[in-house]
Each structure stands twice: as C-alpha cells, then as structure tokens.
C-alpha cells in the first residue's frame, strides 16, 4: 500500500515519539475502517535502534481482511421518531462499501434528531454484525433514548459589559420546557448574530440526582461594538463640508443603538442624533438629550433607526424644563 508515510506524524521532526506513534496507528486503522475492512488490525509494533545508533526503524504487521459491504440497516430499541424519518439520516446505504466514518456521522445525525425531540442524553450506537456470506456486513443501530429531559436553568458568562436579558431575549430555548438541541443550537446562533461577542460557547450539563434535569451554560467574550468615523465632502451650495459620526452598537450594555454625528460647513453647522426608541425609558432618555442639545446654536436632526424623524423646538434659548420635556416626549410616545 502506498502513501502510508502521510499518517506518521513523527516523519515532520525526524525525532520518535511512542504517542505520536499511538496515534497515527489509530489513524491508520480509522483509514482501514472507513474503506470497509471490518476486521483490520495491527497484530504486532516493532520499533529497533540503527546500527549507528542515530535511526529508528518501526515495523507494523497488519492483517487487512476482507473488504466488506453494507447488507442490511436495521434499527433496535425505542426509536421514538418514524423509521422512514430515521433512515433518511442516515450517511451510509445498504450496498456500498462499509465505512465507520459514516456510521458515526449517521448516530450523530440520529442523537441530534432525538434531541431536538427532548432526549438530551440520548444513547446510539452502530454495532456491525458479520453476515455468513463473508462479503457484507449488516448494520445494527441501537437506540436507547433514556427520559426525556427538562431545562432547569440557564446562565451566562462572560458578559462584563451587556446586560443579562439582552441575552436572555435571544433565547429560543427555555428555562422549563423540554430540552432541544435544536432550539440551545439556535440559541447560540442568535447570540452570535448580535455582533457583541468574539465568541460563544455552549455547554449543557445534567443536575446531579437529578436525570430528567439539565442545566444549559453560554460562555460569550465580549469585543468592541462601537466604531468612529470621519468624512470630508464639497457641496456647491454649503462648500466644504465636516463630518464625525460616533457609533455604539451595544449601548451601556443595553443591546441599543445610539449614533450621533456632525457636520459643519461654510454655511451650515448640524447635530444629528439616532436614539434607541424601544421602550419608554428610552424615549424619556431621548427627550432629555434633546433638550440640553437645544441650547446648541446649530440645527439639530434627531431620527429613529427606522429613519423615522422626530419633530423638535430648536432654539438657542430653550432650557432643560417640565414643558421642554413634554413638548419632546408626547410625539415619542406615539412612534
């Protein structure tokens, strides 16, 4: 057999290591396995010193054995899903060469199927049985589902700076109903998707005394969400015009959006606001800003992120107020 010197890791330093040796004979072996030799195996390592004393020479003595095929797929236990559902998971046929990288990848698919269904410690196993004829092989898939489980609690770590229930917001899966791969999976991809975290991990893990229990754990590390910006431009009419703009994806921590920008020119200087309006503390917030801001002698625009624009008074005499405060947070409240 040839290109055999690709699976000895030690080959890349030229120095022997007996894990490094381990460990590329179960690959060797993996190799053999997943082209349909059931019954590989290494009967025996030879590892001897050169003459010179500066060389090692190891000598593996393998028995390959048939080549076997795939007979028949049959499944054993509580499969808990439709039969014709399950076969459709699977990676590997009947008829073509057996391979134990596909019977893995198939109890994989079938465990994740399972856990979606509430049976997070679901037990699947691929048990090949030799056929008489001594060129195929059947496949036994056992399935042991165990009890449906229920999530008791779910935690994070990691968020130093954003709040707990932005993450909370995001979950799919919850604290109290049927555990689903499915659903803490996509949990996962939803924090992801915030654009707040480098990375998030999840782990879940069983309530000791406690079998029908699992607690779900997400690990974030958090990363800058803000970013600043600078613009130059030319306009016939404003003439040279300079801009900076302040962005904050994940503001205070809260998952809002704050933007705030200038522009000044020959002609017009302006302040432009994007203020988060999700909930009334937050146009109370917004109403606040633009009152301190409209002492400024320049025009100021204040916009949602639906670039819905707010009216606001604009004078360089308006002060913080009872009546400034109404005057801002009454249209608000009616976006």
Same mark, same amino acid.
């Given at each position: 057999?040839?290109?055999?010197?690709?699976?000895?890791?030690?080959?890349?330093?030229?120095?022997?290591?007996?894990?490094?040796?381990?460990?590329?004979?179960?690959?060797?072996?993996?190799?053999?396995?997943?082209?349909?030799?059931?019954?590989?195996?290494?009967?025996?390592?030879?590892?001897?010193?050169?003459?010179?004393?500066?060389?090692?020479?190891?000598?593996?003595?393998?028995?390959?054995?048939?080549?076997?095929?795939?007979?028949?797929?049959?499944?054993?236990?509580?499969?808990?899903?439709?039969?014709?559902?399950?076969?459709?998971?699977?990676?590997?046929?009947?008829?073509?060469?057996?391979?134990?990288?596909?019977?893995?990848?198939?109890?994989?698919?079938?465990?994740?199927?399972?856990?979606?269904?509430?049976?997070?410690?679901?037990?699947?196993?691929?048990?090949?049985?030799?056929?008489?004829?001594?060129?195929?092989?059947?496949?036994?898939?056992?399935?042991?589902?165990?009890?449906?489980?229920?999530?008791?609690?779910?935690?994070?770590?990691?968020?130093?700076?954003?709040?707990?229930?932005?993450?909370?917001?995001?979950?799919?899966?919850?604290?109290?109903?049927?555990?689903?791969?499915?659903?803490?999976?996509?949990?996962?991809?939803?924090?992801?998707?915030?654009?707040?975290?480098?990375?998030?991990?999840?782990?879940?893990?069983?309530?000791?005394?406690?079998?029908?229990?699992?607690?779900?754990?997400?690990?974030?590390?958090?990363?800058?969400?803000?970013? $600043? +910006?600078? !613009? /130059?431009?030319? #306009?016939? @009419?404003?003439?040279?015009?300079?801009? &900076?703009?302040?962005?904050?994806?994940?503001?205070?921590?809260?998952?809002?959006?704050?933007?705030?920008?200038?522009?000044?020119?020959?002609?017009?200087?302006?302040?432009?606001?994007?203020?988060?309006?999700?909930?009334?503390?937050?146009?109370?917030?917004?109403?606040?800003?633009?009152?301190?801001?409209?002492?400024?002698?320049?025009?100021?625009?204040?916009?949602?992120?639906?670039?819905?624009?707010?009216?606001?008074? $604009? +004078?360089? !005499? /308006?002060?913080? #107020?009872? @009546?400034?405060?109404?005057?801002?947070? &009454?249209?608000?409240?009616?976006?």
């Amino acid at each position: 057999m040839t290109g055999l010197g690709a699976f000895f890791g030690w080959f890349s330093s030229d120095e022997y290591s007996r894990e490094a040796l381990s460990g590329d004979i179960e690959r060797l072996r993996s190799f053999y396995l997943d082209r349909g030799y059931v019954n590989f195996d290494v009967a025996s390592t030879q590892v001897s010193i050169g003459p010179e004393k500066s060389e090692i020479f190891i000598t593996l003595n393998v028995d390959e054995g048939n080549q076997y095929r795939v007979g028949d797929i049959r499944f054993a236990g509580d499969l808990q899903i439709s039969e014709n559902e399950a076969r459709q998971l699977l990676t590997i046929e009947e008829g073509e060469i057996f391979s134990r990288g596909d019977v893995n990848a198939s109890t994989e698919a079938l465990r994740q199927r399972l856990g979606a269904e509430g049976f997070a410690f679901a037990d699947i196993q691929g048990v090949p049985e030799m056929s008489d004829d001594g060129e195929t092989v059947d496949l036994v898939i056992a399935i042991n589902p165990g009890e449906r489980a229920y999530v008791r609690r779910i935690e994070f770590y990691g968020n130093t700076t954003t709040q707990d229930e932005v993450l909370r917001r995001e979950m799919t899966q919850l604290e109290g109903a049927p555990a689903s791969t499915e659903a803490i999976t996509q949990s996962r991809q939803r924090l992801e998707r915030l654009g707040f975290f480098s990375q998030v991990e999840v782990d879940t893990q069983p309530v000791p005394g406690k079998p029908d229990l699992l607690d779900v754990t997400y690990n974030v590390e958090e990363q800058p969400s803000g970013s $600043v +910006s600078a !613009s /130059v431009g030319f #306009s016939q @009419s404003a003439g040279v015009i300079y801009g &900076v703009g302040l962005s904050q994806n994940n503001f205070l921590g809260t998952g809002n959006r704050v933007n705030v920008g200038a522009q000044r020119s020959d002609t017009l200087p302006a302040l432009t606001l994007a203020l988060p309006t999700r909930t009334g503390r937050w146009m109370a917030f917004r109403a606040v800003i633009i009152c301190f801001i409209a002492k400024l002698t320049m025009p100021i625009r204040i916009f949602r992120h639906t670039r819905r624009m707010l009216t606001a008074p $604009v +004078s360089t !005499s /308006v002060t913080p #107020s009872a @009546s400034c405060l109404a005057s801002i947070l &009454v249209p608000a409240l009616k976006i």
